[in-house]
């Protein structure tokens, strides 16, 4: 059909996969006037690429991701690299008119993340950052919350972002470990989420003050030869003051022994306050001083109604959604933006917000102080 | 003082020790005209009585309850013997026109039940069954907010109350396994509880249906020689029909590994819900379908404001309180109500409407059919 | 290609949807010697067809399932049809040799359900009943536990399935109302799954005693003119006895007012115990009474371990999936069964079994009595 | 008689209650050699000390705690007062050979704390520092299993402690909000105790860097008559490195809407984590890496067996107790020190210790740099 969108994707992990997954189902559940088209699939690792291009059903495949972005059947380029990648590919794509979807953290520091964004307003093609946890429902219920007024004026938004897959002394190196290819660890990985978060739900941060710590220094290579030497922060702190006066707090770490993907957001507010935890990211908790006062709780709202963002096209009340849904619908409203011309959001302006705080936090670490965050 | 109850305690084991540590307790936070007196305390086993009588003061000492009852420096007979004794020792302190508080269930069976109103009516005084969990500040919320009509037609009341004590092979024979003596096992002593608790909050039942079970047959004499045949129910269940048309369910199981003091209540009903747990003692689960459709949710108070039933006299908020304090609640209102002459809930006839229940539940698990509850 | 299995759906409402998905999906993350191919779709409402086919990308459409079912380009027939047409349906498939899934409850009765057994054995064709809760990943690695040793001696099994989308007075009269369409209402719809569940897990049913009720007699048609008598029932509640001494309990309404889609699982046995709850599936509660004593607890699992099954095909542990995802699992088995020749499960022999339960509970509580389950 | 300990305590407020019904409730439950005798009572307020003499039995009055300090019929005393009288009581009560229970903080500052800790070393008293925390059972139950080895390497230490008292800005001016009376706000009253539980539980701290913040600056007075301006904190954050290379994090503040006791620890270790909340004080959560793979798992362990910490001589399992109960095994373990002649602790080193965290923590919030802490 004409009015597909050609997608070329880059990167064929674990993003690359569930971006796949999304592309292939957001038509069966949401009304998509230009559908996408699963166009060209690239990685440097052949057998890798032939494996995921005929599961996900790609038409073809590149090698080299300078080729295909240079390919003119392709109208979208999804960036699912190692971090050092994305700046080099996104402002490529962008110089031949691309619409660019790119993994979050958007680039190894600020400076990349302004490149990118210089160059897609230059060449006024569409560009969204996956912070893909501005589609879950509960968080896009948080949001309707908040702009409806139910919370008031914010004292306090804690997150934390708790893993523990490294925690195992025998788990290998990998890109993730190596700062000149990740351009921090766990920092730039989930802190680069619960950083966007605030920005979407409360407003911006002023000043932030952190500490890292690697617990590993060396572990084994994969090839089983030998160990590398971990370079990467394997846990980010930081205390954050917003610019309307909130106190936060920032904990990622990947040693949360018994935390898989705990995602925890704390927001109190002079009205009420919300909780919101990934690993039961159907639910969300509410306060609210406006309930009568010995009635008074948090409530655990299921977010699966009828009435909840994106919840209308899936299943009847009480019959929950994936982790992978939310990538359906960050591809959908990007599906939809590009068809219809408009903007859509987190774009690149976005991810260079959050790329500001994760570098202020790196620079307060390494000098012990805090930092102030650019006013723009 | 001359104003002064004066309290005669028949039973020194764990109901013993709980109701005197509420005497002790309820005048340092609760302002009673007259404060309880520990005047005398009365088991058959001397040394269970020495040490119980020190350990808690009470003043005066007697091996047979007989003696007791008929002194004339006792205002209140608090009964917390076997079951078997409860109706004998409660008639003889009517009698001698003795208050009288009695531990549930109130008796053997229901006619006894039925000797033990009539003789308390007779003498004109007050009479009280421990069911304590009416005093359970989140169970006396519960109690508000379905007098306030928050909570509209009941569809259903189903509780359960698990305990794991008797998975233990090794557990010894005691006079609970004893039929003879407890009149049956887990279902006197523990769904007398739940019993009571849908007659308190949501009206009476009207017709049964249960299936009982012994799982282990034989126990360990606490001798060492031999064992004892358990003739006691280790569980019972059953089916409830509701005059006003609910639908209930009761479960009460000693064999509930993993579960140590677990009672469950959910309320159905037309404009909210309400779950309970009392291993969650300080908290209530209320679900209001009058919140906001998309905010809509149980939500979990914190049953601990000043706000809140019993509560303004302990800490403040947040500081919970155990087990242990519904028994000082249940024994202040007792002392008020002796004092101002007044009735108090629940008295021997709610004794004897659960006891019915109770009677005919054993009686359909034997005849394995519905029996209907008398009509009072 | 010449491996694929092509097949032919009826019904495209709820569940139409919910296997369409699962065939679309099965293929990317699970790797089947023969995928499906979408062959047929078929509904007697054209628009809905239309849409539905067009939707899922089903290849060809049919109004009627007679003509669907003699089709000889289909290898797999779906029944996704009201209760009352699964058996025609059924026996039509097996007689022209179509590989069955039928969702459930299997039939209308026990006799249409071993009819249908009937003809699928006699055809040789592979048969399944759409329980797709057996492969929760939670259940299935309760199942896992159960057959490691883990649990014990089975004390009880209780089953709740709560829902509230009938509280609303004004939600419509539907075929699930109508007695005559549905066989009964909430009983057959969420009794069947929580009636297989044990016999998945523990073992069989020997004996049950139930009731039921009709909260509200009569619901606005869907035209807007009058009501609708509703004859099916709102609520079914029974007791159980299982054949190896285990007693247990079952509790379905639509009337759990703030309940989505629970249904809560409780196994009690002599060495560990397990909860479930649908509305957080990606979880499972196991005590176990060989861990030390001072540290037993519920401890809560996260079923998202690639050592956890099913689970090692989607993404990295926390990273939770969806209830849409249990019918992925299922159709993967089926597929893959069909293409080995190999019996799968639950197949129609368990849907008579789960059946004969049903009908005996409402012959119990129509004649207020205890009801024997036939032996096979 | 004459083995009894002869209290006196200063203060009728909130600590004085918790206090007084502790020593009364001490000996009905713990074998002591030596009870407590309620001895003298102290406040400034005659009204306010008549009332609470009454209440708990307190045998005499004073209303200079310098004359009461002085009375040769006094072995303990017990200061409940605001922060800035710690130390000239406790400093004359050792001059004068009383032992010494003083609450927390325990000072204005360190330079306080050192005072009071080389007055009671050099009068070679008991000296202790209420951080009843402590003595919950699930945290003494902590405690065991870190001394196990059960923990291994801690990666992690982190703390909040949430309430919300002061979101009402209603909420009058009182000694809490001066920072001349209190030394800090929420700093001093909150992060006392979860300073206090890293140093009992995993460690030392080696630096801080904090943030303040005050949300409300004026307040109405308590007599109607304008406002008081708030200089004490709303809220102190900080992070935390540990000597062993853990990474912590302290949150406390009064505006958190919803939470109102709700103290919180997650430590994560090498080999297992754990997880507590003052809100449901009897349940500890734990997680091992060395249950088996498949069965990892946060398990909620309800802390009432007999063979927990403190539990053996209350109530049967899951009959839970209460927030003033950690008070009660404080003092029990203080008399019985004071009866042996033995250490107790939390002392008052314990309490300096802990101060100097508290000062490390304003100072850094004022210079906005990280601040070491002393060695010892």
Redesign the interface.
């Known amino acids: 059909m004409s009015n597909e969108i050609k997608v070329g994707i880059v990167g064929t992990q674990?993003m690359g996969r569930?971006h796949?997954?999304a592309y292939?189902?957001v038509?069966?559940f949401f009304d998509l006037p230009a559908p996408p088209l699963l166009r060209a699939a690239c990685d440097v690792n052949p057998s890798d690429l032939d494996a995921f291009a005929q599961?996900?059903g790609w038409q073809t495949k590149e090698t080299s991701w300078e080729k295909m972005v240079s390919r003119d059947d392709i109208d979208l380029v999804d960036i699912c690299t190692p971090n050092v990648l994305h700046m080099p590919i996104a402002v490529a794509a962008a110089k031949t008119s691309k619409h660019i979807l790119c993994e979050k953290p958007i680039a190894m520091n600020a400076d990349e993340a302004r490149k990118m964004l210089d160059a897609a307003r230059q060449a006024n093609v569409r560009h969204m950052v996956a912070f893909n946890y501005r589609r879950v429902p509960a968080l896009a219920?948080a949001k309707?919350?908040i702009e409806q007024g139910k919370l008031g004026r914010i004292?306090?938004f804690?997150a934390?972002y708790?893993?523990?897959?490294l925690?195992d002394l025998n788990f290998p190196f990998v890109w993730r470990h190596d700062i000149k290819k990740g351009g921090s660890g766990a920092h730039g990985d989930m802190n680069a989420h619960t950083v966007d978060l605030p920005r979407f739900l409360v407003g911006e941060i002023e000043a932030v003050?952190?500490?890292q710590?690697i617990?590993i220094k060396e572990r084994p290579l994969q090839n089983g030869k030998g160990t590398g030497a971990v370079t990467a922060d394997d846990?980010v702190?930081?205390?954050a003051?917003f610019r309307d006066?909130a106190?936060g707090?920032f904990?990622a770490?990947r040693?949360?022994?018994?935390?898989?993907?705990?995602l925890r957001l704390?927001i109190?507010?002079?009205?009420?306050?919300l909780i919101f935890n990934?690993?039961?990211?159907?639910e969300?908790?509410?306060?609210?001083?406006s309930?009568e006062?010995?009635?008074?709780?948090?409530?655990?709202?299921?977010v699966?109604?009828s009435?909840?963002p994106f919840m209308n096209t899936?299943?009847?009340?009480?019959?929950?959604?994936?982790?992978?849904?939310t990538f359906v619908h960050e591809i959908s409203d990007l599906l939809l933006a590009i068809t219809e011309g408009e903007p859509v959001y987190p774009d690149f302006y976005d991810g260079l917000r959050c790329q500001q705080v994760l570098d202020a936090v790196c620079q307060s670490a390494n000098e012990?102080?805090?930092i102030d965050i650019p006013e723009k």
């Not at 040693?255 to 993907?261: E, L, M, P, Y």
């Not at 899936?314 to 849904?325: A, F, M, Q, R, S």
């Open positions: 674990f569930a796949s997954n292939r189902r038509s069966d599961r996900f219920l309707q919350l004292f306090h804690n934390v708790y893993q523990d897959w925690v003050c952190g500490a710590q617990f846990t702190y930081f205390l003051r006066g106190l707090s904990m770490t040693f949360a022994t018994g935390r898989k993907n705990f704390e109190f507010a002079s009205e009420a306050s990934l690993e039961r990211l159907n969300l908790q509410f306060y609210s001083r309930d006062g010995s009635e008074q709780g948090f409530r655990n709202i299921l699966t109604e009435s909840h899936w299943w009847p009340p009480g019959h929950i959604i994936g982790w992978e849904h012990k102080r805090w």
